[in-house]
């Protein structure tokens, strides 16, 4: 019987050296990079036409991530170019998006047509960012829209460690 005990300690000394030899395994070195706590995630949303908005600015001890991006058209008959940037001038994404509601055919007749009926059916763009968007410390992002649209605009993101 003692033989039995000294042989599982033996076994169970060796494999907890082993386990002490082995690295240590951080996800991120030098601390989290996610912030606030429980609940580190922001959004904010909104409809854009025809001006350019601060949509949100970053505290100044945090970086803000933007992780996931949804535009569609609240307007018919137009086409719409959409900017994203900091208040720096730099430009994170830009779209271009269409609805039209009325059509030419070939024999040059005018046709109105509801938008769902024409070959342009309004656009909208979903995407998700696998690295993200960075908007640093203390810096806002806007959000332009040139074409005269309205256009319905959700970002959301987290806060991270610069």
Do not use: W
Request: hydrophobic share 40%; aromatic share 6%; charged share 10%.
């Amino acid at each position: 019987m003692h033989k039995n005990l000294l042989a599982i300690a033996a076994v169970l000394f060796s494999v907890a050296a082993v386990l002490a030899t082995l690295p240590r395994a951080d996800a991120h070195p030098g601390g989290t990079s996610v912030s606030y706590g429980a609940n580190p995630v922001i959004s904010a949303g909104g409809t854009i036409s025809s001006e350019t908005r601060t949509v949100f600015t970053a505290p100044a001890d945090q970086m803000v991530v933007i992780t996931d991006l949804l535009l569609s058209m609240n307007s018919t008959s137009c086409a719409s170019l959409l900017n994203i940037g900091t208040s720096s001038g730099i430009t994170l994404a830009a779209a271009k998006l269409h609805s039209f509601s009325d059509r030419i055919d070939a024999d040059g007749s005018y046709h109105y047509v509801r938008a769902a009926l024409t070959n342009s059916q309004p656009s909208s763009i979903q995407h998700a960012f696998t690295s993200g968007l960075p908007i640093p410390a203390g810096a806002s992002l806007e959000i332009s829209e040139a074409g005269g649209c309205t256009v319905a605009y959700t970002l959301s993101g987290y806060y991270a460690q610069p």
